[in-house]
């Protein structure tokens, strides 16, 4: 039959296309840090991986056979162009992301106005053709991987259509508080708990997300069924493989050059609300006001990638951020310095070389579900630097003890530790870049993965 | 020596001024709810009053003596301004008020640069005067009324000046979740904890702001000592007097001539981002497009007042409140018929007597510590009104059974609720509107008055 014992389903899949000059479709590296992580797992698994055509070019693709990988099939969803656009766009990304990551101005949205159930069915809609999919695929008593807030409803569809299979739902989101998950219009939040509850088990990357999920059933009345906390790590060969690449090595000189004997300060974020890059500025510039004599000597570099530009809240924030840069560079700028550089032209060898060579990482999140790049950047560096993190990441509950804690909503704290990390003695960072090291290295993506196939019960 | 046995400390005291043409201090009607509610439960208790002198109008009145009350004794505080704008603008209402309330753009606010430190030291400073004229006035082992957000470090700061005195703070918001609380910077969040915590009780309008409360001293490692709930009743006297005074009849008659034979819906609000008008206007909408049958028969007025017109983010609440109506207006108004009448020119004959015939009252609130006109509507209306009240309200734990329930967030479920409210048939109506003025008598203004002294161990 061709069918699978082990069936991944998420919004993205391993690949994403473009159409070139020709108008033939070619592979991107894929911008969503799930699939990129996921991917190296499972090659040679035999799994199968379900995921959307999210463009004309993935489904061109998918037509022409170039999905298939070695050792990993591919089964594309294809929901029709209006319908994904309300179930991603809509309902997942302006709502769920919004909710989970507290990032609603509430005095105006959400708004939930008449066309909410609309958007609501399409979400149902994408949900039950993830569901069609697998079971077509899932050998008899399979085990399915579901992952993330676009997928909520597919455990229940699968436990009605095929109650002989295994079904995880791993959330990499942080999940809302109950009073804000209450914002949600209340019977799609029902039935996005319910749609969860039905799987074998759920799973979140940390305790205080898994916390949430149980306290939200509790508040709308769903009784919630196993969960389980197993928090994603690096690929650690991977990476290792990738920092000791020729091309991350050029891309390394390049910063080299950039920076000369200054210090660097390094974030890699997508450009989004949840990144909290516009303190990050701020803060940077309160550094500067408040310790003049790191004027001149430290450069930060701000590595970002372009992201969810159909939604006009994601439009502004790109634009506030580039004003916030601007202000800092004509404040406290030379002829010979630019205190922030900000480069969003996703250059992912930049990026990982800047990972490799920072003096101070920032990752100030005001909420996330766990950031690898808190994990990655002290596996791959090697010049014992510093992690600031805010408290808010997922990953802060394994890294506290040897990175330096921020208050991601507070500019004068982030200022000051940045100071601090700046300050740092040689050997307190050594210390506590081998102490950040050993803890990442504890829990790696393979370890994550069997989590997740234990909590099915296999 | 002319001390007390009882003293209540609150920013905002009985008497507000304001300077007539020959620049006199003559006084206004007090705007806040709170001293609203107050005044007349003590006058003529002996109690001392101790509040912030709000303006130059204030000092020159308590200097002229016109703040004395028959059996109620006034003490102003006199902070400098700069220390008042300072305490009251930036921390109480621009960070305490929207983080209890929810209230934050949290992508943008709070920003807590280094001006933080600063206008904090301004809000303790304000505390310690209050604490020292309570300290004067007190008698031995008297009781002493702390209200609200403004007065957080008040009852730690007579723990050690005068640990003879039994002090009771009481908050009239809701009490922001402890995720929330935390983007407070951490030394102000737990001062403001332990200066609460050394009350001898902290009172609250419900269980679930008694909750957060003591979830946000867990979450800090504050221990929070004893606690009690104590919901805010109104003056039914008072309130009964007024509803058949000839200044409410006239009012009533002009209401009765605009309205005609349509139906009314009412709204009464502080123009106040947690109040939601927004949403209220945009369900108001929602209702004429979806429901074609009530197109010009039926009005929605809406009564506010102004309010904080000194913070930025309240004119550009009014102004989009503004814009909201006139976007109703324009769509759907006729020659003879302006679907929304929105008037913030704060006359309270007007409002109260809107509240005495309405057909629905509309209380929305994303977030309110109780909401008295929720209370205040049912006691005094004539006419069955229908109250449509907010989940996220305080006021909801005492009156769910006998109102029709809405998710403020969401406006299609508003607008849907409205159109039953309009729609209920007359027996249901009564039935309702009798079961309401049951709950609200249960509990009166003397009874939490009553609670906090008991409270107090007196």
Redesign the interface.
């Known amino acids: 039959m061709g069918g699978a014992d082990l069936v991944i389903a998420s919004n993205r899949g391993p690949l994403s296309f473009v159409l070139d000059a020709a108008g033939q479709p070619t592979p991107v590296d894929a911008a969503g840090g799930l699939a990129g992580a996921l991917h190296p797992l499972l090659e040679g698994s035999g799994a199968t991986w379900v995921a959307s055509a999210m463009s004309e070019a993935d489904r061109l693709a998918a037509d022409a056979g170039l999905m298939s990988q070695p050792g990993l099939e591919l089964e594309m969803v294809r929901p029709d162009l209006v319908t994904y656009r309300m179930a991603y766009d809509v309902v997942s990304n302006a709502t769920l992301w919004f909710c989970h990551h507290?990032?609603f101005?509430?005095?105006?949205r959400?708004?939930?106005?008449?066309l909410?159930?609309e958007a609501w069915d399409a979400y149902r809609s994408l949900n039950a053709s993830f569901a069609a999919a697998v079971a077509e695929v899932a050998n008899d008593g399979a085990t399915v991987l579901v992952q993330d807030y676009h997928l909520c409803l597919v455990p229940e569809m699968l436990a009605r259509r095929r109650p002989d299979l295994k079904t995880v739902h791993f959330t990499h989101t942080p999940f809302a508080?109950p009073?804000m998950f209450?914002?949600?219009?209340?019977d799609s939040g029902r039935e996005l708990l319910s749609g969860m509850a039905a799987a074998t088990a759920c799973g979140f990357h940390t305790r205080r997300w898994e916390a949430a999920y149980r306290g939200c059933c509790a508040d709308r009345g769903v009784e919630p069924g196993p969960s389980f906390v197993s928090p994603l790590g690096p690929h650690v060969a991977h990476l290792e493989e990738r920092a000791a690449s020729a091309s991350c090595g050029a891309a390394r000189a390049r910063i080299d050059e950039m920076v000369g004997d200054r210090r660097l300060v390094v974030r890699v974020d997508r450009v989004e609300?949840?990144k909290?890059l516009?303190?990050g500025f701020?803060a940077f510039d309160?550094l500067l006001?408040?310790h003049p004599r790191w004027r001149g000597k430290v450069v930060m570099l701000a590595l970002g990638y372009a992201s969810r530009e159909t939604l006009a809240e994601y439009l502004a924030?790109a634009t506030?951020v580039e004003h916030a840069v601007d202000r800092v560079n004509e404040r406290w700028g030379t002829g010979d310095w630019s205190p922030v550089v900000l480069d969003v032209a996703d250059d992912p060898d930049r990026s990982f070389a800047a990972l490799t060579r920072y003096d101070v990482l920032l990752v100030n999140p005001?909420r996330d579900g766990l950031n690898l790049v808190a994990k990655e950047g002290p596996l791959v560096n090697e010049t014992d630097g510093v992690l600031v993190l805010s408290?808010?990441a997922g990953a802060f509950e394994e890294l506290a003890e040897a990175a330096l804690a921020v208050?991601p909503?507070?500019?004068?704290?982030t200022?000051a530790v940045l100071a601090e990390a700046l300050d740092m003695a040689p050997d307190e960072r050594a210390r506590r870049a081998a102490a950040l090291r050993e803890l990442v290295r504890r829990r790696q993506a393979g370890d994550w993965l069997a989590d997740l196939s234990a909590a099915a019960g296999r």
């Open positions: 507290h990032l101005d509430l005095v105006r959400p708004r939930s106005g008449r909410w159930s508080d009073n209450r914002v949600l219009p209340a609300p949840s909290n516009l303190r701020w309160e006001e408040t924030y506030e005001v408290r808010e208050n909503y507070d500019v004068a704290d200022a």
